[in-house]
């Protein structure tokens, strides 16, 4: 088996997810680190076992005899590298955003399908849970689509970093939290039309982490809500001023609902119509005829982000999770921004299809009596 070579370019905190998934997964090899500050490579790089080394991502790419990198750095410091690596012609796992701009996004997109390389960008979504929920989006459970709510609200990110500096993240809670909700939802339902929304900073001055005070420029109140072709709308929503974390998806359908990570459970069917099969009955708020398939979370494959990539760069076969699919998610994103400051709805302008494309039927509430 050819070993896999992945240059890691980014020593904070949220790399050391990635570190550990390569380093449990057969004939991949981290083979170096880099970083702005030499030390902080070195750090992570003696953490790892890793030999070599970089302040310089150029460096790295030329010296080293890599098949692909994976991008962990600050939110504005995404493009950049990305492209240096597919111009390079190294495949790219890039962490969310894809970019603070969208059209860095369209750029990166469009030099991956040029250049016929592998660019998976961030959230990686195709967990049990979530491979299980998309084949419950059927009219035998739910009926026909009437809407959706999606929700990641928490207190606010515990560090004091560049998180809450708008010159260095470009964004807050829309491109760190409302991207993984987005994701979520469009990965089930599919490409949206338009989105509108508010965006604003509620809290400029802050207590976080070990109570420092620190004064936020960034955005920390969102709220979107997206249209889709049919006419059903989904409210998405994103705030740090939470005193929990609530990160849950509901998808609503004229005889059922669809819910993930609610009220204590990771899957919830409410139906109206046919009883799930194999799966636990449980009251979910207060409603009866709600059901968990356990049974069909456990049959979903539990792949890591760094094994589905990896597993692309063998293969050659693109991501389930599209490069077009998460552009059409960062437009949905820098639309919300644009919808904000215009007071105007945005029409999207992008599009993909889903891996496993939905009955167009379900999306039929106005040709029948329903």
Not at 57 to 62: A, F, I, S, V
């Amino acid at each position: 088996m050819k070993i896999i070579k992945l240059g890691m370019i980014g020593s904070g905190h949220v790399s050391n997810r990635y570190f550990e998934q390569a380093s449990i997964i057969e004939g991949v090899q981290v083979v170096a680190t880099c970083s702005r500050h030499l030390e902080n490579a070195k750090k992570k790089a003696e953490t790892y076992g890793i030999t070599r080394w970089y302040d310089d991502y150029r460096h790295m790419m030329d010296s080293e005899e890599l098949d692909a990198v994976v991008v962990t750095t600050p939110h504005s410091m995404h493009a950049e590298p990305v492209l240096a690596a597919l111009e390079r012609g190294l495949h790219v796992m890039n962490e969310k955003p894809m970019a603070t701009s969208f059209t860095d996004c369209k750029q990166m997109v469009s030099l991956a399908e040029e250049k016929g390389l592998i660019f998976m960008s961030l959230p990686f979504d195709l967990n049990p849970v979530y491979l299980a929920a998309s084949e419950f989006i059927d009219e035998r459970y739910i009926g026909k689509i009437t809407g959706a709510e999606a929700q990641l609200s928490l207190p606010g990110p515990w560090r004091d970093n560049w998180y809450y500096d708008k010159s260095v993240a470009h964004g807050g809670a829309v491109l760190d939290c409302l991207a993984y909700s987005v994701s979520r939802l469009i990965g089930l339902l599919g490409p949206a039309v338009s989105v509108v929304a508010e965006v604003n900073t509620l809290i400029p001055h802050r207590i976080v982490g070990n109570g420092k005070q620190v004064n936020s420029d960034v955005d920390d109140n969102v709220t979107l809500i997206l249209q889709f072709a049919g006419g059903q709308q989904a409210v998405i929503r994103s705030l740090w001023g939470m005193s929990f974390k609530q990160n849950n998806t509901l998808i609503y359908g004229r005889k059922g609902t669809l819910v993930l990570n609610d009220s204590g459970y990771p899957l919830v069917i409410h139906t109206m119509e046919e009883a799930v099969p194999n799966a636990e009955q449980v009251n979910w708020r207060g409603n009866e005829s709600c059901f968990v398939p356990h049974h069909k979370i456990s049959e979903q494959r539990n792949e890591s982000a760094i094994a589905h990539f990896v597993r692309c760069v063998r293969t050659g076969e693109q991501p389930v999770q599209s490069a077009n699919q998460q552009l059409h998610v960062h437009e949905i994103l820098f639309g919300a921004y644009q919808s904000a400051e215009t007071g105007q709805r945005y029409l999207l302008t992008t599009s993909f299809t889903l891996s496993t494309p939905l009955d167009p039927l379900i999306w039929d509430t106005r040709s029948h009596y329903i």
